[in-house]
């Protein structure tokens, strides 16, 4: 329920500890990140796992993105929250190519930094991945020609048996 009230993306408004010492930790860090006026000179490298390529980055909210290979982006925002609260996403796309199914974790690793020395935590997405399915497309028909001499309202066609395998 707190993810639906939450303002997107819920990762970075919303979080459940399984303890009271977790709790303490996840405070301190609010605090420590609330005494400062926000961050500038933001940079995210952040690199997919080999089982993945990225296939394409999409405008981020805040700043610029550039893939620095087909495993890894960096992202660069010259500030946020300087002035008032504020937060920025970034949008990739990502390709598995690997012949392993399951439960995967897409990032191998993920670092921030910034001028004022902020910490950041980041989500842990992951994706379910089956490789079992193999589609083998069909050859496509021949091609028939059917010539319609005068006028006519209808045509009667035969063109034997027509269906899809797939």
Same mark, same amino acid.
């Given at each position: 329920?707190? $993810?639906?009230? %939450?303002?997107d993306?819920?990762?970075s408004?919303v979080?459940?500890?399984? *303890?009271? %010492?977790?709790?303490?930790?996840?405070?301190?860090?609010?605090?420590?990140?609330i005494?400062?006026?926000?961050a500038?000179?933001i940079?995210?490298?952040? @690199?997919?796992?080999?089982?993945?390529?990225?296939?394409?980055?999409? /405008?981020?909210?805040?700043?610029?993105?550039?893939?620095l290979?087909t495993?890894?982006?960096?992202?660069?925002?010259?500030?946020?929250?300087? /002035?008032?609260?504020?937060?920025? /996403?970034? &949008?990739?796309?990502?390709?598995? @190519?690997?012949?392993?199914?399951?439960?995967?974790?897409? $990032?191998?690793?993920?670092?921030?930094?910034d001028?004022?020395?902020?910490?950041v /935590?980041?989500?842990?997405?992951?994706v379910?991945?089956e490789? *079992?399915? @193999?589609?083998?497309? +069909?050859?496509?028909?021949?091609?028939? *020609?059917?010539?319609? +001499?005068?006028?006519?309202?209808?045509?009667?066609? *035969?063109f034997? &048996? @027509?269906?899809?395998?797939?």
């Amino acid at each position: 329920m707190l $993810n639906n009230w %939450a303002t997107d993306p819920d990762a970075s408004h919303v979080a459940v500890t399984p *303890d009271a %010492a977790d709790l303490e930790a996840l405070f301190a860090e609010l605090a420590a990140n609330i005494s400062k006026t926000g961050a500038t000179d933001i940079v995210v490298n952040e @690199v997919v796992q080999p089982d993945f390529v990225i296939t394409s980055i999409s /405008s981020p909210t805040k700043g610029s993105a550039a893939m620095l290979d087909t495993h890894s982006l960096r992202w660069n925002i010259a500030e946020l929250g300087v /002035s008032a609260g504020e937060s920025a /996403s970034l &949008d990739f796309f990502i390709r598995h @190519v690997s012949q392993q199914p399951g439960t995967k974790l897409v $990032n191998q690793s993920i670092t921030y930094s910034d001028n004022e020395g902020n910490i950041v /935590s980041f989500p842990m997405p992951t994706v379910s991945v089956e490789c *079992d399915i @193999v589609v083998q497309p +069909e050859d496509c028909p021949q091609p028939m *020609d059917l010539t319609v +001499e005068g006028y006519n309202d209808a045509v009667l066609a *035969d063109f034997g &048996d @027509v269906y899809l395998e797939s």
